[in-house]
């Protein structure tokens, strides 16, 4: 529904509707959901999903008309859907941090040796973190030294700064990611600093590691909501996603 109002509203001269343009352009799925069908009763309020998104379509908009960077360009030219979608696992390590107990590296190792044969093209293989901050993610040098590596797979680890990228790369790997947040809250609690720090750390990582020739792919949390500030809003994602690109950044994971 937000894409489907973002390429209406960009139309100079919407068509006017029976209910007005805009809130128009959200008629056709409410009625699709909530019209009369065989056993199914009309949605009382379809037009209150749809003035959700088309303020969220309508705060997009005022941004990329204004925001004049090499991202929001390409954004707000976009026509249509991508005409596959990526699959990026990170179950070995966005999953695994989360156990109560440290799983093995031959039990980590096995698990990314399945994934593998499963055909997917990116598994995110661990981290390079503190491990006394998270124990479940010793030992990735380990893990990446052991794994059956498919050709055509990359095999990507979470980076959080320049000794995480120092201990990457001696491991050898040919990918990296990068994470920031859009809510200064998850921000604190997660990394224990502010969006702009964290921002200042992550850029000497990405500058070493495009030197070394090692790709960066970038992650923004909380473009969907925020456990501690509730709703974020669209426009300073968007300017996060600029910034991770201008960093080098070939992929913005949001």
Request: hydrophobic share 40%.
């Amino acid at each position: 529904e937000l894409w489907r109002a973002l390429q209406s509203l960009r139309q100079p001269n919407p068509p006017q509707r029976r209910r007005g343009a805009e809130t128009a352009l959200f008629a056709g799925a409410g009625e699709q959901r909530g019209g009369r069908r065989a056993g199914h009763e009309r949605d009382p309020a379809p037009h209150r999903r749809g003035t959700r998104q088309q303020g969220r379509a309508r705060e997009y908009l005022r941004f990329t008309e204004t925001a004049r960077t090499p991202l929001a360009e390409g954004l707000r030219t976009m026509d249509g859907l991508p005409k596959f979608v990526k699959l990026v696992e990170v179950g070995p390590r966005d999953g695994l941090q989360n156990e109560q107990v440290a799983v093995s590296v031959a039990d980590r190792v096995a698990l990314i040796d399945r994934l593998s044969a499963t055909g997917l093209k990116s598994i995110e293989v661990g981290s390079f973190v503190n491990p006394k901050l998270v124990p479940q993610m010793a030992h990735t040098d380990a893990v990446l030294s052991q794994i059956q590596a498919k050709t055509g797979v990359s095999y990507p680890v979470l980076v959080p700064n320049m000794k995480g990228f120092q201990e990457a790369r001696a491991a050898g790997v040919t990918e990296i990611a990068v994470f920031i947040a859009a809510s200064e809250s998850f921000s604190h609690k997660n990394i224990n600093c502010s969006i702009a720090d964290s921002l200042a750390r992550i850029g000497p990582v990405c500058k070493a590691a495009l030197k070394d020739q090692i790709r960066v792919r970038g992650y923004i949390s909380c473009v969907l909501g925020c456990p501690y500030e509730g709703d974020v809003a669209c426009s300073p994602i968007a300017v996060l996603a600029a910034h991770l690109k201008a960093l080098g950044c070939y992929e913005v994971s949001l």
